[in-house]
Each structure stands twice: as C-alpha cells, then as structure tokens.
C-alpha cells in the first residue's frame, strides 16, 4: 500500500510538473508574440496610420465594415508583397493605384459634415483594428487579396488575378 502510494504521489508530482512547464511555455510564446505585435506596431508611422485610414475613408466610406475592412487589408497586403512598397503611404500613394489619389480633388475629408466626419471616425477605427490584427500576426479574411474595383468597372488587369471576393461593390483578387 505504501508503494503504491508513493508512486501515485510520483505521478502527479510529473503530471504537475509536465502541466506547470506547459503553462511556462504557453507564456512565453504568448509573451514572445505580444512583443513581436509591439515591434509590427511600432514600425507603422503617424503618417502611415493617417494614409491607411484615408484610403479606408475614400475607397469604403460607403462600404459596410466588411468592406472598409477589406479595403485596409488589401492595402496592408500590398505592404507585405514585394510587388509593391514596403510602407502604407508608399502604397497608398503609388501613381494610379487608388482614385482617390489622383482625381485632383481634396485628400482630406470635410470634418464640418456632421456625417462625413462620422465616415472619417469609422475609418480610422477600421485601420486602427486592422493594425492591431496584422501585427498579431493575422492574414485577413480575403485570402491575400491585393487588388479590387468596383464592381461596375471592368479593368483590363482582372484577368491576370484570380477573384476571391466581393464584399458590398467590390470584387477582390489575390
């Protein structure tokens, strides 16, 4: 009987110990991921939240969430894909990609509207958890996705992308 006691204390003594170093282990991936999100956070500027937010704002502001959401993400994917620059305002502001950037129209919205002031708040709400979610390492919901139009608009480059969604009256492609 004392045997068998005292190898049952052995057993939970490991099934403690194994339970004690899986907790130590869980903490510190969770505290090696909450430093990597720290990292991915500090290195997105002021000037890139504002762009990333614009963008939001003039593409989606008519979007559902969905859809201002997806809009940031293609932005946030064209950042990580060498194809493009490596930082949102580059994105952004690359000729000829958003129209918004180019349609010789002011770039910032009129806060004095009561409603568009409202747009530009969700905007940046939108960005600021769309950040959040990308230096957590997270991907998106739109597979990848790159590009996207309007969806009374046929550009000639939508062939050379493969369409994963349409979300409100975008068509998205990774």
């Known amino acids: 009987m004392k045997r068998a006691l005292h190898k049952m204390a052995v057993a939970l003594?490991?099934?403690?110990?194994?339970?004690?170093?899986?907790?130590?282990?869980?903490?510190?991936?969770?505290?090696?991921?909450?430093?990597?999100?720290?990292?991915?956070?500090?290195?997105?500027?002021?000037a890139d939240f504002h762009c990333l937010q614009q963008n939001v704002y003039w593409e989606a502001r008519n979007q559902s969430t969905l859809g201002q959401v997806a809009v940031a993400w293609v932005t946030l994917n064209r950042m990580m894909d060498?194809?493009?620059?490596?930082?949102?305002?580059?994105?952004?502001?690359?000729?000829?990609?958003?129209?918004?950037?180019?349609?010789?129209?002011?770039?910032?919205?009129?806060?004095?509207?009561?409603?568009?002031?409202?747009?530009?708040?969700?905007?940046?709400?939108?960005?600021?958890?769309?950040?959040?979610?990308w230096a957590r390492g997270r991907s998106g919901p739109l597979q990848g996705a790159v590009m996207f139009h309007a969806d009374y608009s046929r550009p000639v480059w939508r062939h050379s992308f493969h369409r994963v969604a349409q979300v409100d009256d975008h068509i998205f492609y990774n």
């Open 82 to 133: 060498d194809r493009w620059p490596g930082n949102v305002c580059k994105v952004v502001w690359q000729p000829k990609q958003f129209s918004w950037t180019h349609d010789g129209l002011s770039d910032e919205p009129d806060l004095t509207d009561t409603l568009e002031a409202q747009a530009w708040h969700d905007a940046g709400v939108v960005a600021e958890v769309v950040l959040i979610e």
């Open 13 to 46: 003594n490991m099934l403690i110990l194994l339970s004690m170093a899986a907790v130590g282990a869980y903490g510190i991936a969770e505290a090696q991921a909450q430093e990597l999100e720290r990292q991915n956070l500090r290195a997105v500027s002021d």
